[in-house]
Structures are given as C-alpha cells and as structure tokens.
C-alpha cells in the first residue's frame, strides 16, 4: 500500500517558463499533501502543506505566486514553478498523508528541475 | 519550532565494520515522530523506521539498530556489518502536531569495498 507516483521524474526548461509537478495518491486517499524542496547536497526543505480543497500554507520565505499548489482531489496535487529562474533549480518532492494517520509518510519519487 | 541535528556530514567506513549515525531532536511537543529516511543517489527517499515519543524501546531490523532515549533526545542509527549498497545519504526526522517534518541536514555514508 501506500503508492505515491509523483511525474515528471525530471525536467529541463527555459528561463521565464512554467513548469507543472504532479503527485497522486494510487492506492489511498490523501487530505494532506507536503511539497518539500530540496537544493544540491541540502536537506529537505517544507515549502508549503495544502489540504483538499483548501488553499495551500507556505512556509516562511516560500512565495506563494511563484509556486502554486492544487489540491482539488484526495488523490491528485500539483506544484506549478511559474516563471521559472536557474535559482529555482532543485529537487522537488511530493508528500501525501493519509487520511487522519498520524506519524509516517510517504514520499513521491522526486522531481528533479533544471532551469536554463 | 523543531529541529534536528545530524552533526556527521559525512562518514566514512571499510565494508563490514559497524557505524553509529548520530541525530539530536529538539521539540516543545509532548508527542512527536521520529523517522529515518535513506535517500541513495536517485533521489528517491526509503523509509526505514518511525519512533512514536511514548516508545523508547530500541528496535532492531536485520543489520540496522536503532537507539532512542528521550533523556538525551537523541535517536541514533546503527548499521551493523556495513556494506557498499548502504552507502547514501541517510536523514533524521522530527514531526510533532499536523506539521510537516523537519529534517536533519543528513548524513552522507561512504562504504568503502
């Protein structure tokens, strides 16, 4: 159980371009998603934590307009990097919670993003 | 506001000797979760234990030991035999109330043949 299938598992784009992360739950339904940020030989960072149908929380230093976050099913989220820069650059990392359980999580493949 | 310490930032040993990574906690909760996570080269985390607050047995899994004593905050990690597919990045983890979890800078585990 708990299968997390986060896509695309790396993507190269182009400075001022958008770039969209997604995250599904396949077998389990999710209330809670985390999107953790992590930079070269870094650890992982919490960037913003979003409930279904509710509006995602950033963490402090996170913008909220550059990074935007949907979680309109309990199976479905995604992460759009919007005008994208090379100092965005980073792995990106979906984390679902299931249901009411407390304790621990699941993680998504990673995204790996690379700005040029 | 939590935090985790891994004060190792890299170690590194010869295959089969035994190796202790270290991870300070601190927290103002009264429940919190503790995890381990190794992450190899691709990326992708793998989940090797949770430790609730109210438990301090320590637990073994195969190779793999963990010590936890509230006491000292500290959740430590042993790996027993060691071998060259243990090397990676190995992080601690801390999570209290509905928050997301607040990581250690990790540990980088170097298995020399």
């Known amino acids: 159980g708990a299968v997390v299938s986060q896509h695309p598992s790396w993507v190269i784009c182009k400075s001022g371009t958008s770039v969209k992360i997604e995250c599904r739950s396949l077998d389990f339904q999710a209330t809670t998603m985390f999107w953790y940020r992590q930079f070269p030989k870094q650890s992982l960072m919490l960037m913003a934590t979003s409930n279904e149908g509710s509006k995602a929380t950033y963490e402090q230093g996170v913008e909220k307009d550059k990074f935007l976050i949907n979680h309109a099913s309990l199976t479905l989220s995604t992460l759009t990097v919007t005008s994208a820069h090379p100092e965005d650059s980073s792995f990106y990392i979906c984390s679902p919670k299931r249901g009411d359980r407390v304790g621990g999580y699941t993680f998504g493949s990673g995204t790996r993003l690379t700005v040029v | 506001a939590q935090k985790v310490t891994q004060a190792q930032t890299e170690i590194s040993v010869v295959e089969k000797e035994d190796v202790t990574l270290d991870c300070v906690y601190e927290t103002r909760d009264t429940t919190y979760y503790l995890f381990w996570y190794k992450q190899p080269p691709s990326g992708e985390l793998v989940f090797l234990i949770r430790?609730?607050?109210?438990?301090?047995q320590n637990e073994i899994s195969g190779r793999y030991s963990w010590n936890f004593q509230k006491s000292t905050s500290s959740f430590n990690f042993t790996i027993t035999a060691s071998q060259v597919v243990d090397s990676a990045v190995y992080f601690c983890?801390?999570?209290?109330?509905?928050?997301?979890?607040?990581f250690g800078k990790g540990t980088h585990l170097i298995i020399q043949p």
């Open positions: 430790r609730n607050s109210f438990d301090e």
């Open positions: 983890a801390i999570r209290g109330g509905a928050d997301g979890l607040t």
